[in-house]
């Protein structure tokens, strides 16, 4: 390329492709997610959530939820958007609950006959208020098809993954997401094997699609030890049944 117009156009195209591409895919933007780090820590052990501890700060809840209300999420990258709306998922379902709290005993209870919890427009995001299903169906599961994404976010109730006692970050996502997927799958009080029958959680069914309609197989990849050597050795002939699902609340 030596005439010096070939050069002067070939740079100047490829400026004009590098500011084309999106934000998010080179962004070191990052949402400061350290009121609700403190938060967590203080009121979530071992998966328990203390809610009126959560009730007694209400006030710092809703500091950092404004936090979440003003980040421009197109200004971050793929992973700090995915944990973005893991954590405002999770943060304004407990807000959801203090709002009713003491008197919960299940998120359930927060709905109404025409409408469940999970459609109250409640979360302030990018300018709009959306639901919490909004979130998971219309935002985390589209777009980052990512089945981890069912072991991290929590809807308030014992059968469900637990909210664990940090915000996911984008910077260990990838880390955060596998933890909670084997922590979950490895629990014999949430999942377990009898014989050749693999009894599992309800969300395996609910979302079949999201785990390609192969339980077994999603096991295997998170499974360990003698659970993961038992569903190798039998994975023919393991038959999946489904678990009742607890709805009471996972508080204290």
């Known amino acids: 390329?030596?005439?010096?117009?070939?050069?002067?156009?070939?740079?100047?195209?490829?400026?004009?492709?590098?500011?084309?591409?999106?934000?998010?895919?080179?962004?070191?933007?990052?949402?400061?997610?350290?009121?609700?780090?403190?938060?967590?820590?203080?009121?979530?052990k071992r998966g328990?959530?203390?809610?009126?501890g959560f009730k007694n700060e209400e006030a710092r809840l809703d500091q950092y939820l404004r936090v979440l209300e003003n980040t421009d999420t197109k200004e971050l990258s793929r992973n700090e958007q995915f944990a973005f709306y893991v954590n405002a998922d999770n943060a304004w379902t407990i807000k959801l609950i203090v709002s009713g709290y003491p008197g919960v005993k299940s998120i359930k209870d927060l709905g109404t006959l025409f409408k469940s919890p999970w459609k109250k427009k409640i979360c302030r995001i990018d300018g709009g208020i959306i639901t919490l299903d909004d979130i998971e169906h219309n935002i985390l599961r589209p777009r980052f098809k990512d089945p981890r994404v069912h072991f991290a976010i929590n809807c308030a109730a014992k059968s469900c993954p637990p909210l664990i006692s940090e915000p996911y970050e984008g910077s260990k996502l990838d880390e955060q997401l596998d933890a909670s997927a084997r922590a979950f799958l490895n629990n014999p009080d949430r999942n377990r094997l009898e014989g050749n029958t693999l009894y599992v959680s309800k969300i395996f069914k609910w979302f079949s699609d999201d785990f390609n309609n192969d339980v077994v197989g999603f096991f295997l990849k998170y499974a360990v030890g003698k659970f993961k050597e038992t569903l190798m050795e039998n994975r023919d002939k393991i038959k999946?049944?489904?678990?009742?699902y607890d709805w009471s609340l996972n508080g204290k």
């Open 48 to 52: 328990a959530v203390d809610y009126q």
């Open 1 to 44: 390329m030596k005439n010096p117009r070939h050069l002067l156009l070939f740079l100047m195209i490829s400026c004009l492709f590098f500011l084309s591409l999106p934000v998010a895919s080179w962004s070191t933007e990052q949402v400061d997610h350290s009121l609700y780090a403190a938060l967590l820590e203080k009121y979530v």
């Open 240 to 244: 999946v049944k489904y678990l009742h």
